[in-house]
């Protein structure tokens, strides 16, 4: 059975943060807009790909390479530049400071654990408000794997100092939310009205349509 977490993880790209406005600036840089959704599934596809190989390659630069490939090549230096440079003004979706604030003012700690790079993560995190109410930003680069592999999560709970089952991941991925599933965690997922949650995949313990029905549904759970 599991219980209510005492620390709950975010992932962030996706689930805290919107990644919409990038697909104006692919605009700017000749690219048609649906390129959006077939580059960061590439760039995921590729992360996780050398991680399962027991390599590692920061997210900013798998993107870069992802971008340049879903192009033909055709794209410029300077616009891949100016593409990339969007991951730094990146928005938080509206529920990310009223779930994190509830889970907060409930007595649960908050850290954001992702695949990207430390820096823009915290800047994201500062610029979004949510600075005063996360603990720590812990990134998959720390153990030079992405996730969904366990050891990013089991590190996760040790730099929390938590059980991994008294841990809660929150994401708005099915495959993210599988790993942390088969690494001992609570799992909570947003599905942001996209449908059900992935069939080939262990089923969240919690989900909701936004972050603060997850939240709720969190602080629900059997103490």
Aim: some cysteine; overall charge negative.
């Amino acid at each position: 059975m599991m219980y209510r977490p005492a620390v709950v993880a975010f992932d962030v790209i996706e689930t805290l943060m919107s990644i919409e406005p990038l697909r104006a600036r692919l605009t700017e840089a000749e690219q048609p807009p649906h390129q959006l959704e077939a580059w960061y599934t590439r760039t995921l596809r590729d992360g996780i790909a050398l991680s399962s190989t027991a390599d590692y390659v920061p997210f900013s630069d798998v993107a870069e390479a992802a971008l340049r490939a879903i192009t033909g090549y055709s794209i410029s230096g300077e616009q891949v530049a100016r593409v990339m440079a969007g991951f730094g003004e990146l928005p938080a979706f509206p529920d990310a400071l009223p779930a994190i604030t509830r889970l907060c003012d409930a007595g649960v700690r908050v850290a954001c654990l992702t695949n990207g790079s430390a820096d823009l993560t915290s800047a994201f995190v500062e610029r979004s408000g949510l600075g005063p109410l996360v603990d720590r930003v812990i990134c998959a680069g720390d153990v030079y794997r992405w996730k969904p592999a366990a050891v990013v999560y089991l590190y996760a709970a040790e730099m929390l100092d938590v059980p991994a089952e008294r841990m809660a991941l929150v994401a708005a991925h099915d495959w993210d939310c599988h790993g942390a599933k088969r690494a001992g965690l609570v799992t909570g997922w947003v599905s942001r009205k996209s449908g059900g949650f992935g069939a080939p995949f262990a089923e969240p313990d919690v989900t909701g349509e936004d972050l603060t029905e997850v939240a709720e549904r969190l602080l629900a759970m059997e103490q």
